[in-house]
C-alpha cells in the first residue's frame, strides 16, 4: 500500500498579516515595564527618522510677533488712501530689531522678517516705491494687513504640533527647532541582526569558484533595515549546517530585538533554518499563498535566563527566501510593518492606486502574485519582462508592485492594485497635526 501525503494548505498572506501584527503587539507589551517600545532623549538636531514617544506642544507662538514678509516699508493704510502718495522715512527696522511706534504720516523701511512696529498696519514692497527728495513715493495704495505675517499665524501657542508614532522627517525636524524644542523623546531603535545562509555564497571583492555566487541578499537586506530606521548587526554568512546555525541563532538571540535571515527556509536538505527554529524556539507559521515569497518563516527564539534582565525572555525571529527578488518583496510586506511596530509606529500598510494596466498578464497563478512594475509617461504601469523570484534588477527598475489575486488574470487596460515602493519602504504614520 502506497502512503499518500496531503501537503498543507498555504497561508493567505491577509492572515499572515494579521497574525504578525498581533504577536508583535503582544511582544511589545510584554517589554521590561510594561511600557511597551523602550524611549530615549535625543538632541532634535540628530532626530531624523526616529519615532516620537511624545507629544511635542509648543510653548511659544510661531511667528512671536507680526512681522514683515517682505522687503518694503511699513505703513498706515489711513495715510495712503490713494496711489501716488509721498511719505518721510523716519525709521530704519531690519530683522531682529524692535522699531518704535510708526508716527501718522511717516512710513518706515522695514525688511523680511522684522517685527512691523505698533501702529502699522500693512507693508508695501520696495518695488511699488519710488525714492524722491520729499521721501518715498508709494506707487499702490496698500490693502490692511498687507504682506504682514501674523503673530501665531503658523503655530500658536500651546497647540500640538507633533504627534507621538510620527516617524520624523526634514520638516518635522524643522518644525520642532521652530518652537524651540532642543531634545525630543524618541523610541529607541529596533535591533536587528541579519545573517544570510548557504555554502555558496561569496562576498564581493573575493573570488568567484564555480557554483558560487556573490551574496546580494546581505547588502540589500541591511540596505532595508537601514531605510526603515533600525540599527542592523550582519552577522555574516552561515554554513548549510544545522548545529552552526542553531548557534548562530542561540547568540544572536540574546541581544537583538529581531533575527532576520534570507535563504535556507524551504523544503531542501540543506535548508536547517525551520529545524533550528524549532530547536531553539518556537514557529509560528511557515509557507505563504504569495509568489514571490513561498517560503517565508515567523517564529521566535528563547534567551537564556541570563539574558532576562532587562530584555524580553524571547527575540522574533523572520525567515526570507533566499532568491532575491523574493526577498526584497517579502521584506517590504511583512518584515517592514513588524519594523515600524518595534519602532513605536502604528501598525501600518502601504496604501495602493487604481492605475491602468499596459501588460497582459495571461498565466495566472493559484497564489497571490506581486509583479513588479514601473509607472510610465502614459499614466500606466509597464511590467518588467523577467519576473524570476531570482531576478534582482527587476527590482531596480521597478518602482512599484502590483497585487494580483489568486487567478487573476489581466489584460491590456485593465484596473489593477499598484503599491508604490516609496509605499512599502516607508508606510504613512500618524501625521503632523496642529491642534488648540
Same mark, same amino acid.
Given at each position: ?15 499572515? $498579516? ?12 510584554? $517589554? ?9 532623549? *535625543? ?11 511624545? #507629544?511635542? *506642544? ?18 498706515? &493704510? ?17 530683522? %531682529? ?9 511717516? &512710513? ?71 518652537? %524651540? ?42 540596505? +532595508? ?6 540599527? &542592523? ?39 536547517? +533554518? ?6 531553539? %524556539? ?18 521566535? $527564539? ?17 525567515? $526570507? ?49 506581486? *509583479? ?5 509617461? #502614459? ?22 508592485? *502590483? ?20 509605499? &512599502? ?12
Amino acid at each position: 500500500m502506497t502512503a499518500s501525503y496531503a501537503p498543507k494548505p498555504l497561508m493567505p498572506l491577509d492572515e499572515a $498579516l494579521q497574525r504578525l501584527r498581533e504577536a508583535v503587539q503582544s511582544h511589545v507589551a510584554g $517589554l521590561p515595564g510594561g511600557q511597551g517600545v523602550p524611549t530615549e532623549s *535625543v538632541d532634535s538636531f540628530e532626530a531624523l527618522g526616529r519615532v516620537l514617544a511624545s #507629544d511635542v *506642544v509648543s510653548p511659544v507662538d510661531v511667528p512671536p510677533l507680526d512681522n514683515s514678509a517682505m522687503d518694503g516699508y511699513a505703513v498706515r &493704510c489711513a495715510d495712503l488712501p490713494t496711489d501716488g502718495l509721498v511719505l518721510p522715512q523716519t525709521q530704519r527696522i531690519a530683522a %531682529g530689531q524692535l522699531g518704535d511706534r510708526l508716527a501718522p504720516g511717516s &512710513c518706515a523701511r522695514i525688511f523680511t522678517g522684522a517685527p512691523v512696529p505698533q501702529g502699522a498696519d500693512a507693508v508695501i514692497m520696495q518695488e511699488q516705491t519710488a525714492l524722491d527728495a520729499a521721501g518715498v513715493c508709494f506707487l499702490n495704495a496698500p490693502r490692511l494687513g498687507q504682506n504682514i505675517r501674523r503673530q501665531g499665524e503658523d503655530i500658536a501657542i500651546g497647540a500640538k504640533v507633533l504627534s507621538r508614532g510620527l516617524r520624523l522627517a526634514p520638516a518635522a525636524l524643522g518644525v520642532a527647532a521652530s518652537v %524651540g524644542a532642543s531634545e525630543l523623546t524618541v523610541y529607541r531603535r529596533p535591533r536587528v541582526a541579519v545573517l544570510t545562509t548557504g555554502n555558496e555564497l561569496v562576498m564581493p571583492g573575493q573570488s568567484l569558484p564555480p557554483g558560487a555566487i556573490y551574496n546580494s541578499n546581505r547588502h540589500t537586506l541591511r540596505g +532595508l533595515i537601514q531605510a526603515a530606521g533600525a540599527d &542592523c548587526v550582519d552577522l555574516g554568512i552561515v554554513p548549510d549546517d544545522l548545529a552552526a546555525t542553531r548557534d548562530m541563532l542561540r547568540r544572536a538571540a540574546q541581544t537583538h530585538d529581531l533575527i532576520l535571515t534570507s535563504g535556507g527556509v524551504s523544503v531542501g536538505e540543506e535548508d536547517h +533554518l525551520k529545524a533550528a527554529v524549532q530547536a531553539e %524556539g518556537e514557529l509560528n507559521f511557515w509557507q505563504l499563498a504569495i509568489k514571490p515569497g513561498k517560503p517565508f518563516v515567523f517564529g521566535r $527564539l528563547h534567551r537564556a535566563l541570563a539574558a532576562g534582565a532587562g530584555s524580553a525572555s524571547h527575540a522574533l525571529y523572520m525567515g $526570507l527566501p533566499g532568491n532575491p527578488s523574493a526577498s526584497f518583496v517579502t521584506f517590504l510586506l511583512l518584515v517592514r510593518p513588524v519594523l515600524g511596530l518595534l519602532s513605536g509606529e502604528p501598525w501600518s500598510a502601504p496604501r495602493s492606486t487604481a492605475l491602468r494596466a499596459d501588460f497582459d498578464w495571461p498565466r495566472a497563478d493559484k497564489r497571490r502574485e506581486f *509583479v513588479r512594475v514601473r509607472r510610465n509617461a #502614459d499614466g500606466g504601469v509597464s511590467l518588467f519582462p523577467h519576473q524570476g523570484s531570482g531576478v534582482l534588477s527587476s527590482a531596480v527598475w521597478a518602482d512599484g508592485l *502590483v497585487d494580483l489575486a489568486a487567478g487573476q488574470t489581466v489584460q491590456r487596460g485593465d484596473v489593477v492594485s499598484f503599491l508604490p515602493l516609496s509605499e &512599502c519602504l516607508q508606510p504613512a504614520s500618524t501625521q503632523c497635526q496642529l491642534e488648540p
